[in-house]
């Protein structure tokens, strides 16, 4: 069983990863909500307009406790794992296109964390 000190210190980051998968899940309700519809008032109808809404607002919470627990130039750089969860879903729930360029600059962004959260 991990002792309490190891899981203190991956806590942060747990808790990281929940906050960006709810920012990212905000992200593709808001696309789906959009692809048939228009900006206006008529939005603030639509179940996916709140469900985008709640997504942002339960990550923003838990990103407030992550800042509490970890180092401001260690833990927004993760914010940038929302491009590569974005990326993912666009291409597997949307069927949108991702360009092998794309690929390649995920890939630096993946390495670039990796090197971060190492630090």
């Given amino acids: 069983m991990p002792s309490k000190i190891s899981m203190g210190i991956w806590l942060p980051y747990a808790e990281a990863l929940i906050s960006i998968l709810l920012s990212s ?6 696309k789906l909500l ?14 996916l307009f709140y469900a985008g809404f709640l997504a942002y607002g ?5 990103w407030l406790q992550v800042l509490s627990r970890l180092p401001l130039v260690v833990a927004y ?11 993912l879903a666009g291409t597997t729930l949307l069927h949108e296109q991702v360009s092998w ?7 630096l962004i993946i390495g670039g964390i990796m090197v971060i ?3």
């Fill in 117 to 119: 959260t190492q630090a």
């Fill in 25 to 30: 899940a905000g992200q593709i309700l808001f």
């Fill in 58 to 62: 339960i990550s923003a919470v838990i």
């Fill in 101 to 107: 360029r794309m690929w390649l600059g995920l890939g």
């Fill in 34 to 47: 959009m692809r048939h519809q228009t900006v206006g008032l008529q939005l603030m109808t639509q179940p």
């Fill in 77 to 87: 750089p993760l914010v940038s794992l929302n491009f590569i969860l974005v990326a």
